[in-house]
């Protein structure tokens, strides 16, 4: 199933914020940092580096910035073995495990321990071996070696560990047994133990930890806010209400508890304990307030909009007016859409008046029906702003709102925002999946393509291409290359895991692709994967299944497009 790449979005009426990412340093070019100034240490040390060290390690360095891990891994153990400098060995230690060259890393580590018994780096590293070869036993004791060491270092030399671990069933294994010996030390300003069993999946023992650093510390706000973390990822919500209400009365001023503990209240059906819990931030600014009309738009509790309102309104004069947009969306959500237009529209120049722009719009296309209008609004936005991810969100925002009525007027505009701002990846995709809607699969390809070629892992785009050839190509092969390569990055995204199942559907493959499938659903439940599914438990045989399924799924999205068509191919008369 394609997927949408996480841009943001303003006119979505509930608040939200944009991440963004900065491009990594490329762990090659990290490496290369403290190059010059090692190799100025090394012939200084006329009487303990031998020529071949030198020369093992410059040859190993020219391998490390040609992009040749294994060469550079080999020749860097060759160096360090025959060394008794640490920040050699330190360094070949680095480029074994980054290269996964685990024998490599096997005798720099042995090497580093005779040289500096007591290393906390050589335990990490020969620990990090273990694992990724499932020596469970061999990294146990290394892992106890550093536990019995000591000290905030060693007890995050034993997360990093865990945590970079390859093998995802060892890793949680020797948590469980490093928590049965009691080893594993809370402490206030090192590695949450909670949070590694939960990065681990673990979730029982993350319970089982957070308990202990709770008792540990029981004033720690961040030890309660594990805790909570913990017990909401292994279903305990009860729990987790507890601990984020001690954590928020620890720290009543942290506004991101205050949010988690309101969502936990708002998820259990209480929006009015939700409410009561944002409305004592101090101060009630526009943070606050959006949070909560957030919280009464999820929950549709005009209560809470109504009491909204009044603090909105009863602001002094000035306030009132900085705080137009927030009006403008409280209207809305109340279904006003002339005042939240007439509030939009005072919205002063500042960082919501972009976003207030973008609502104008949607309200004059879909409430005024005023498409015109709408599109003289999104052009004097383009006009006036210069920041190009604005801009790119007038012209994403006037596709989305012609294409229901209008797709060649929202192709144009799709082309036509591509010729301005060709590299822009947010509107190639959308031009994608745009297309796939009038079956032009090589259009969608191009784009999918011209992403890759900029970022050749981006999920997304792996995704979207590989769902697209198997379903609408018999490229089934190539399909799952990509899909393979999205799914190794994302493997917990529902939509990923659907286009697998789907993929081995379409090779023949139908127990893979029930494993997949089911697992997609309990992930992400939509009518797209109920219709995978559905097909599929058909294909297999399983009929009766298929039916109960088919039948449950159109009452949960009765207006499911992709569901119908694929009951209406195999079993009409499911159809009302």
Request: proline content about 5%; aromatic content about 6%.
């Amino acid at each position: 199933m394609a997927t949408a790449i996480q841009i943001k979005r303003p006119w979505s009426i509930a608040p939200g914020n944009a991440g963004g990412s900065r491009r990594a340093v490329p762990i090659v070019q990290m490496l290369a940092l403290s190059m010059a100034l090692f190799l100025t240490q090394l012939q200084a040390a006329d009487d303990s580096a031998r020529a071949d060290v030198l020369g093992s390690a410059l040859q190993a360095e020219f391998a490390l910035q040609g992009g040749d891990l294994e060469t550079a891994a080999r020749g860097y153990a060759d160096a360090a073995v025959a060394s008794d400098q640490v920040q050699l060995i330190e360094r070949a230690a680095t480029v074994a495990l980054y290269a996964k060259d685990y024998p490599a890393a096997d005798r720099v580590g042995a090497r580093w321990l005779v040289v500096e018994p007591q290393s906390i780096g050589a335990r990490r590293t020969l620990a990090w071996s273990a694992l990724a070869r499932n020596r469970s036993e061999l990294a146990d004791g290394y892992l106890a070696e550093l536990a019995a060491i000591g000290g905030l270092e060693a007890q995050r030399a034993i997360a990093q560990v865990l945590v970079a671990a390859e093998n995802r069933e060892s890793a949680p294994a020797s948590l469980r047994r490093l928590a049965d010996a009691g080893v594993l030390v809370p402490l206030s300003n090192g590695p949450g133990w909670s949070a590694v069993a939960s990065n681990l999946g673990d979730y029982s023992t993350a319970v089982r930890l957070a308990e202990l650093e709770t008792r540990a510390q029981p004033k720690s706000a961040e030890a309660w806010r594990r805790s909570a973390q913990a017990s909401l990822a292994a279903g305990d919500k009860a729990a987790a209400r507890k601990a984020l209400e001690r954590a928020l009365q620890l720290t009543p001023e942290d506004f991101e508890l205050r949010l988690a503990l309101a969502s936990v209240h708002a998820d259990a059906g209480r929006p009015d304990l939700a409410d009561r819990v944002l409305a004592q931030a101090r101060p009630q600014d526009d943070r606050a307030l959006a949070a909560r009309l957030a919280n009464a738009a999820g929950k549709s509790d005009p209560k809470a909009l109504k009491r909204i309102e009044r603090v909105l309104l009863g602001s002094k004069t000035s306030e009132v007016q900085s705080r137009a947009f927030l009006l403008g969306q409280l209207y809305e959500l109340r279904e006003q859409p002339d005042k939240a237009l007439s509030w939009y529209a005072k919205e002063p120049a500042g960082a919501a008046w972009h976003e207030a722009q973008l609502r104008r719009s949607v309200l004059t296309a879909r409430e005024l029906k005023d498409m015109a209008g709408a599109r003289v609004l999104l052009a004097g936005l383009r006009q006036q702003v210069d920041d190009v991810d604005q801009r790119v969100d007038a012209w994403l925002l006037e596709a989305e709102l012609l294409t229901p009525d209008d797709r060649p007027a929202a192709g144009a505009v799709y082309d036509e925002a591509v010729d301005q701002y060709p590299r822009d990846l947010r509107l190639r995709y959308a031009r994608a999946l745009f297309r796939i809607g009038d079956n032009d699969v090589s259009g969608l390809e191009q784009d999918l393509r011209s992403i890759l070629n900029v970022d050749p892992d981006n999920p997304q785009a792996l995704n979207a291409l590989g769902y697209t050839l198997a379903d609408r190509t018999d490229r089934h092969q190539e399909a799952l290359g990509y899909i393979e390569r999205a799914i190794a990055r994302h493997p917990d995204d529902g939509a990923f895991v659907d286009s697998m199942g789907w993929v081995q559907f379409r090779l023949g493959n139908l127990d893979e692709a029930l494993r997949y499938l089911r697992r997609a659903f309990s992930m992400a439940p939509d009518g797209e994967v109920a219709a995978h599914l559905g097909e599929v438990l058909w294909a297999a045989g399983l009929h009766e299944e298929a039916r109960t399924h088919w039948r449950e799924a159109l009452k949960r999205w009765p207006d499911s497009a992709p569901l119908h068509d694929s009951v209406r191919r195999l079993q009409p008369e499911l159809l009302p």
